[in-house]
């Protein structure tokens, strides 16, 4: 069956992620959050408590409004805010969560000055349901 992703998360999908997306997942349209979500998505308040975060969340919540039964939504952010939309989903709208998993490979180089850099390089490995 073909269905959408809704995309919630700081960064795009690889070309990796969407080659598997379709594939495994049967996605046709991959779904991505306006600007003015993503602001919200990325710069979550930590002084925040939960209800203060969940209200914080309404407007990411008014563009996940559009799903339906058949999409998919790839959430992956601060945890609690995580937390929250996929209850959300799963309970208001009936969508399963998935999250993008990833390889992660770290080289460390000592600089002149005596500090390290240490630089990852991740890898898409496969997409898990959140609540299978």
């Not at 990833?102 to 240490?118: A, F, H, M, Q, Y």
Request: aromatic letters at 8%; glycine letters at 2%.
């Amino acid at each position: 069956m073909l269905s959408r992703m809704f995309v919630l998360m700081n960064h795009q999908l690889t070309s990796d992620q969407m080659a598997d997306a379709r594939e495994s997942l049967g996605v046709n349209e991959f779904v991505y959050a306006p600007e003015e979500v993503l602001n919200i998505w990325a710069d979550i308040p930590p002084q925040f408590n939960e209800a203060e975060v969940n209200k914080y969340l309404k407007p990411v919540r008014d563009w996940l409004n559009s799903v339906e039964k058949c999409d998919i939504a790839l959430v992956q952010g601060e945890i609690t805010a995580v937390v929250q939309i996929v209850r959300w989903l799963e309970r208001e709208k009936s969508i399963k969560c998935i999250a993008a998993t990833t390889r992660r490979d770290t080289i460390e180089n000592v600089l002149p000055d005596g500090s390290t850099k240490k630089t990852a390089v991740f890898k898409h490995v496969r997409f898990r349901y959140i609540n299978p």
